[in-house]
């Protein structure tokens, strides 16, 4: 029960913030922000129950309702501790955007709040969805809010990225939603069962000549939102485009949804036909990190290169998700958490310079560090995450990542590598653009207020423990890593 | 001990938080005294710890468990023995006196604070370095102290060339630790630890000897060395981070972030011997560099810059010395470059902040009664650096590895002749700037004089680069050799080649160096009485090229920015807009072309439709009918 | 009644078919356009009967009655849209109504 009301507060919570917000706009946004704490409070209180328990292997919570018997549908949300890490990194996200949004959203507030929020349900809802027709129902309930607030609250181009962005990935979606209902079928042809139900879909894996196809099925899906090179166009202009809100969750969370996707279903439902894929997944995810880091340094726009940095970054997800091995993948998880924490930091930077300077083209922006010396550490800090300097959350993902890919396919982590030199040509040149150098035009800007420097410092001492203290993420999420392995040794492949 | 050993890494990254959080709503008189308060207790307590090392031995010395994962067990822990003690007490005691002088020397600075702030932040990061226990808590190390490099160099970041000093360093050395990074990767692949004590004790044991894969994790390891240590071909940012205030380079970029690739080899001695070849190119990378930065730095106008590519030079000895197996050797000049190299830097300082902040050293000049202390420390640190036989330091410690360079299994005529040489240009290019500086007319007036703490300072540098060389004495002068024997549990002894050992060959080698160090300051000398008829040389045709040439060191900038840097943003800026998009964008572009003309069958006119629908009718009739 | 063959009428019924069908298609006069309907609908009552005759069924002649019902019916309903036709836009040429259009 207590994974519906995960789901269901936010949405509560957007409704009657919507209500409010035709009287009295303030009440309407801590209502909202309400609602996202009450589901980190819910989120971490489970967190710290399941470890005083020793990080048992077993379900955290789980919850079946049955549907459309008739279909094999079931209302069946399940937590384990890859979706617990990754709801508690919503509900964290969540406040963030609705607290950036204070200033920044002055139009239809009601509106914009009641989309983040539906949002963020369908996002939860897609981490805790344990029947695959469930699963496709939260997939596509994220989109159409996403495309609201990028299309009415963004920025100069958002209609147009709205669309490119909604046309991306519903039309991947609809990729995964034939995969779905043609892996009902084959599944029920092999075994009888006709069911959606991912338990039991999960005890037989389908191989043969289908699964390779439902494998690209559900794996397009997630590669594009991932996003892997080549499906990654529409990340530009999506974040680009976002209010500071839409970017956080953008980056922060939706992001994650296509590297839980690809970790929770596509490699467990089909192990024989992803260890054949490995190797192509993992030249994309060089080609995704190299590719990425040169592309980031040529950007004008500071918005534009934060967002070109998420491609290099989840490059290394999709390398460390499909290399295979443990170690790999552990490096895969922390990097998806350390990412939506440093990329939500700079973006609320982008955010608070926009707001400040009422520009984003680097030309215009620098010497930044006079002005708001705040601004400048910060932007720092999460540059130096997002180059992957060890100490920091970031590092100690991506180096797993290299380190494990490099056991299967020394090749690929050997160029992944210069990822490390490309990312530090990009950071170095984000933070000498904006924060560094001259003041030429003489900004004089106003400080950060006790809100912004309390989300910014939050983020901060995140991304630092988990660069100093990763342990828990990895214990947490170590019974994920052996629903892998266990399918994979039914079918044979993988040691 | 465990402990003491803790909060010595600890408490300069408590000093550095305090100063970064609080440091602007304090005084900067207590800033300061923060700042060298943290070093200083760090110091302190490195000498209880090394009495108590003396007595019970090494020591390892977990904190918490950092990343356990399936394969990886890599805890927080640091690792006490002879090489990181020395370590410790160098750097301890140097950075100490550094932070002396600058909290004097920084005073008038806006972001006092900061300055200690990334300068506490850095020693807590070195420490960590010489201490880790395992390769990724060096690599965390490693990584921080680029970072604070990068920080300190480009500290008055708002000269844009500054900034862009601070990110050549920082772009440069990456490109050092990436391979360092490869190199954990294959030692992790073979040892399946990352633990330094558990890989060197079964190199033998794992890697074949004079194999492919020791070699190629020996060139990965020197290549995050040469990275960290400016050598051939990594080079290039050491000259340019002299942008950064002058106790950062005396710190950093003299006495230890620079000397971390020296540390890096020496601890993990054991691979590197495991592959001769690997091993060979340290000898030949240091001798290249040595040469190269020593007469480059014979052309250098900026005071600071000559005593970068000397810097270049010195660590180019050390590395020679580990190519040729005197581990010990390179260590105890490490030491001694630590204390006359940061003493020139800091002299330096005095001399630059006097004339209100004059770098060029031909506007200097009778600086010699002016300033007295400054002029003394100088020339003592000069005679260390040119190894000025027996009252210097820098002597013992440069013959050892010369001695090296002949008399070591690994070593030959070609390393000696170019240890040799570039002990001539040594001497030469240290006191041409001796001279240049302290004698003859004065050119630019003094401002300021130097104050307590600077004085201190150098001072206590000076009497260092005089006496730390009589604890390694060579068997020629008696053999006495604490440093060694403290050393010998840690370091092997390289064995000597038969034939080249020997007190003869011991002490003709020591006189041939000694007389060329000599004869450097007198060409030094020869050059200043006569500086028209030199000047005059160097204005000629040839004189001009190769003055040039070896002035912006040998066209290394030039080589990198037409190969690599101009390339690459060309390639970025024309990927701009993401080719890849256009390839979606041309999927719009096609249903917008479908839709055009698709549309152009929708007249309005109803006669085309009832065409349209007379065809259909007649087309689907005649299906039917002649099935 | 005298042996007709039945083809005969069909093929005399094809040809009225055609001929309307292509008058309906080529004229613009929207009045020509149901001149051309009424001359199919005529068409295919010939061709009804027809079969009805070589069937020796009363049947065929009965749908020839509804036949003539519905042309009338049709008739009424698209005379008087082409008189409204012809008030509101003063033209009864089809090409003219093109509002429609793309």
Known sequence: MILTWIIAIPAIGGVLAWIAAQRNVRAARWIALAACFFDLVISVSLWISHRSLGFPGTLIREQIVPWVPRFGVSYHLAMDGLSLLLVILTALLGIMAVASSWKEITERVGGFLLSLMLLLSGILGVFLAYDLFLFYFFWELMLIPMYFVIGIWGHENRVQAAIKFFLFTFISGLFMLVAIIGLYFVHGRATGVYTFDYPTLLASPVTGRYASWLMLGFFIAFAVKLPSFPFHTWLPDAHTEAPTAGSVILAGLMLKTGAYGLIRFALPLFPGASAAFAPIALVLGVAGIIYGAVLTSAQRDFKRMVAYTSVSHMGFVLLGIYAGNELALQGAVLEIISHGISTGALFLLVGMVQERTGTRDLKHLGGLWATVPRIGGFTLLFALAALGLPGLGNFAGEFLVLLGTFQVNPAASAVASLGFIFSVIYALRLVQKTVLGPNKENWSLPKLSIRETTMLGILAALIIWLGLYPQPIFDTARASQSVIRQSASKVGDLP | MGDLLWTIVLIPFLGSAILAVFGAFMPKKIAGTIACASIGIAWFLSIIVAIRFVETGTANVPLYRWIYVNGLHADMSLHLDALSMLMV?????????????????????????????????????????????????????????????????????????????????????????????????????????????????????????????????????????????????????????????????????????????????????????????????????????????????????????????????????????????????????????????????????????????????????????????????????????????????????????????????????????????????????????????????????????????????????????????????????????????????????????????????????????STLSILGIYLAYAYFKNRLASEALGLSPTGIRVHTFLYSGWGADKLYDRVFARPYKALATWNRNDFIDKFYSGLGALARYANHNLSRTQTGKVRNYAAAVLFGAIVIAAIVLLR | MSSVPISHVLILAAILFVIGAFGLVVRRNLVFVLMSIEIMLSATGIAFAAAGSKWHQADGQAVVIFIFATAAAEVAVGLSLLLRIFRRLKTVDSDKLSTMKG
């Open chain 2, 89 to 513: 007490g160098v750097v301890t005691f140097v950075a100490f006196l550094i932070h002396l002088y600058a909290a004097q020397s920084m005073y008038a600075e806006d972001g006092y604070s900061r300055f200690f702030s990334y300068m506490n932040l850095f020693v807590g990061f070195m420490l960590i370095l010489v201490l880790a226990a395992n390769l990724l808590v060096l690599y965390l190390g490693w990584e921080g102290v680029g970072l604070c490099s990068f920080l300190l160099i480009g500290f008055w970041y708002k000269d844009i060339k500054n900034v862009h000093a601070a990110q050549k360093a920082f772009i440069i050395t990456r490109i050092g630790d990436t391979a360092l990074a490869i190199g954990l990767f294959l030692l992790f692949r073979e040892f399946g630890t990352l633990d330094i004590q558990t890989i060197l004790s079964n190199a033998g044991r794992v890697l074949p000897f004079a194999g492919a894969t020791a070699a190629v994790i020996g060139f990965c390891l020197i290549g995050g060395a040469i990275g960290k240590s400016a050598q051939i071909p990594l080079q290039t940012w050491l000259p340019d981070a002299m942008a950064g205030p002058t106790p950062v380079s005396a710190l950093i970029h003299a006495a230890t972030m620079v000397t971390a690739g020296v540390y890096l080899l020496a601890r993990m001695h054991t691979i590197i011997s495991m592959s001769p070849a690997a091993q060979l190119s340290i000898a030949v990378i240091g001798t290249i560099t040595l040469l190269y930065a020593g007469f480059s730095a014979l052309t250098q106008v900026d005071i600071k810059r000559v005593l970068a590519y000397s810097t270049m030079s010195q660590i180019g000895y050390m590395f020679v010395a580990l190519g040729v197996g005197a581990w010990t050797g390179a260590m105890f000049h490490f030491m001694t470059h630590a204390f006359f190299k940061a003493l020139l830097f800091l002299s330096a300082g005095i001399v630059i902040d006097s004339l209100g902040g004059e770098h060029d050293i031909f506007k200097m000049g009778g600086l010699r009664t002016r300033l007295p202390i400054a002029f003394w420390t100088f020339l003592v640190g000069s005679a260390s650096l040119s190894a000025l036989p027996f009252i210097t330091a820098g002597f013992y410690s440069k013959d050892e590895i010369i001695w090296a360079e002949w008399s070591s299994q690994l070593g030959s005529i070609w390393l000696l002749a170019g240890g040799l040489l570039g002990s001539l240009i040594t001497a030469a290019y240290a006191f041409r700037v001796v001279f240049l500086v302290f004698y003859g007319e004065a050119e630019t007036e003094v401002i300021n004089k130097p104050g307590m703490l600077e004085k201190l300072a150098v001072i206590v540098l000076s009497i260092f680069s005089i006496i730390a060389g009589f604890i390694s004495l060579p068997k020629a002068l008696g053999g006495f050799d604490p440093f060694g024997r403290f050393l010998s549990g840690v370091l092997p002894h390289q064995p000597a080649a038969a034939g080249r050992s020997g007190l003869t060959a011991e002490e003709v080698i020591l006189a041939l160096s």
